[in-house]
């Protein structure tokens, strides 16, 4: 049973660049949610995606937009990148029930680097 | 606001020492999940335990054991007997019910057992 899988692994790009990260769900999952990590930090969570709509946002400036497919894989795309975008970027997927959805599980990320 | 506070940052033990991880949370909802994670060098965020604010039944599952004290919005997390492949950072974090697993992490606790 494969569980959540990302990619890229690493990424550098330079600033005003945009990129998109891929993530695929642990099997039997509908939800994914996504995460930022900055050095040091805990990860923030940025959206989720449920149905192939974005249901809960943080607090994270339109820059950052997402997607998911009809299989339930998403990608995060980020335009303009700034320095500070540089993190380390989480999937986690989940089985939605209703309004409760079950534990999370964690992809192993997408290390950006912005320079 | 929900809000997870993880005092310490660091924590250094001998091998088959007991240690403990603080977390102190805020939240103004009723009924909310509470949260353990390990992150180990790798990335990947490993879930360990959740907790619904109905239960405050401590418990103890192999070396892990926890204490939820809802009069003191605490939630902490001891490791018995630590090994050295218990060195990671270990995330507290909380969801409400009804936001379909949205997390608010902490700042995390790094935690190195040596020899």
């Known amino acids: 049973d494969a569980g959540v899988t990302q990619s890229p692994t690493h990424l550098i790009k330079t600033r005003g660049q945009q990129v998109t990260l891929r993530c695929s769900p642990k099997?039997?999952?509908?939800?994914v949610s996504w995460y930022q990590q900055a050095l040091g930090q805990g990860p923030q969570f940025i959206f989720q995606?449920?149905?192939?709509?974005?249901?809960q946002r943080g607090n994270f400036p339109d820059r950052f937009s997402g997607h998911q497919f009809p299989n339930y894989s998403s990608e995060l795309n980020v335009n303009a990148l700034l320095l500070g975008d540089s993190a380390l970027y989480l999937c986690?997927?989940?089985?939605?029930?209703?309004?409760?959805?079950?534990?999370?599980?964690f992809g192993p990320g997408t290390r950006l680097t912005v320079l | 606001a929900q809000k997870v506070t993880q005092a310490q940052t660091e924590i250094s033990v001998v091998e088959k020492e007991d240690v403990t991880l603080d977390c102190v949370y805020e939240?103004?909802?009723?009924?909310?999940?509470l949260f353990w994670y390990k992150q180990p060098p790798s990335g990947e965020l490993v879930f360990l335990i959740r907790?619904?604010?109905?239960?405050?039944q401590n418990e103890i599952s192999g070396r892990y054991s926890w204490n939820f004290q809802k009069s003191t919005s605490s939630f902490n997390f001891t490791i018995t007997a630590s090994q050295v492949v218990d060195s990671a950072v270990y995330f507290c974090?909380?969801?409400?019910?009804?936001?379909?697993?949205?997390?608010?992490f902490g700042t995390g606790t790094r935690l190195q057992v040596t020899l």
């Open positions: 907790r619904n604010s109905f239960d405050e």
């Open positions: 974090a909380l969801s409400s019910v009804g936001t379909a697993s949205k997390l608010t």
């Open positions: 099997s039997g999952h509908d939800t």
């Open positions: 986690a997927s989940s089985l939605r029930i209703g309004r409760i959805s079950d534990e999370q599980f």
């Open positions: 995606y449920y149905e192939e709509e974005e249901r």
């Open positions: 939240t103004r909802d009723t009924t909310y999940y």
